[in-house]
């Protein structure tokens, strides 16, 4: 079993920057792929990025690429979202997750609580 919690989540205004991390205790970290999801109001779980098990590879979703940025510490077994110009549509319970691939499905072993944005206009 692997434990994933989220920090860093506010309410910000459009346009600011904010920085998400998840810690993980429970398991050999530097072996799982890691992923950020999204759950926005009235709306299904959506992927917003991933990174593979080195920190190699990392895979953003359309809607976030050239604002977002996924990466990892292995030493410390963190993983991090640092998100420029946040739009509103951005607002969202931001939920961290552990899988064998860094895929773009909600297929992974382990899940965080959620930390909640709050982008305001």
């Known amino acids: 079993q692997m434990q994933l919690v989220e920090t860093g989540g506010g309410l910000v205004q459009a346009g600011d920057s904010l920085r998400l991390s998840c810690a993980a205790s429970?398991?050999?970290?530097?072996?799982?792929?890691m992923g950020w999801f999204r759950r926005g109001p009235g709306k299904e779980r959506e992927f917003v990025a991933a990174?593979?098990?080195?920190?190699?590879?990392?895979y953003y979703a359309d809607s976030v690429q050239g604002r977002f940025t996924i990466s990892r510490d292995n030493a410390k077994n963190t993983v991090s979202l640092q998100m420029n110009n946040l739009k509103v549509e951005d607002t969202a319970n931001y939920y961290c997750?552990?899988?064998?691939?860094?895929?773009?499905?909600?297929?992974?072993?382990?899940w965080g609580p959620g930390t909640q944005v709050t982008v305001s206009s």
């Open positions: 997750a552990a899988g064998q691939f860094p895929v773009k499905t909600s297929r992974y072993d382990y």
């Open positions: 990174i593979s098990w080195s920190g190699a590879s990392t």
């Open positions: 429970g398991r050999t970290f530097s072996s799982y792929a």
